[in-house]
Nanobody, 122 residues
Framework: QVQLVESGGGLVQPGESLKLSCAAS????????MAWYRRAPGKQLELVSV???????LYASWAEGRFTISRDNAKNTVYLQMNSLNLEDTAVYYC????????????????WGQGTQVTVSS
């Protein structure tokens, strides 16, 4: 398993952007799924986006067109560019690396980072 560390969260206003980073301690080149999940207050963990080692990407319907996932294998880092943020995007965002595609919304599966807080507030 790899160790993951997220960064880039913060407090922004509606309409603004943030770019999250997920740095892995080992190689992610052959990891089947590199994904971002989020958990909003009082809600369950939900998939934001996933990138496969073959380059396929999936987005939650609400993320399509606003968020972009990318993987830099040379830097062992996965990014999530988030644009046009709204109040409903407030959540803790987690990065995960799993040897299965699609990934599973379970902390007991694969590797997970500690999460980074994103707060959208006017």
């Amino acid at each position: 398993q790899v160790q993951l560390v997220e960064s880039g969260g913060g407090l922004v206003q509606p309409g603004e952007s943030l770019k999250l980073s997920c740095a892995a301690s080992g190689s992610i080149r052959n990891v089947d799924s590199m994904a971002w999940y989020r958990r909003a207050p009082g809600k369950q963990l939900e998939l934001v986006s996933v990138n496969s080692k073959f380059g396929a990407t999936l987005y939650a319907s609400w993320a399509e067109g606003r968020f972009t996932i990318s993987r830099d294998n040379a830097k062992n880092t996965v990014y999530l560019q988030m644009n046009s943020l709204n109040l409903e995007d407030t959540a803790v965002y987690y990065c995960t690396a799993q040897m299965n595609y699609p990934p599973r919304a379970m902390f007991s599966v694969g590797s997970w980072g500690q999460g980074t807080q994103v707060t959208v507030s006017s």
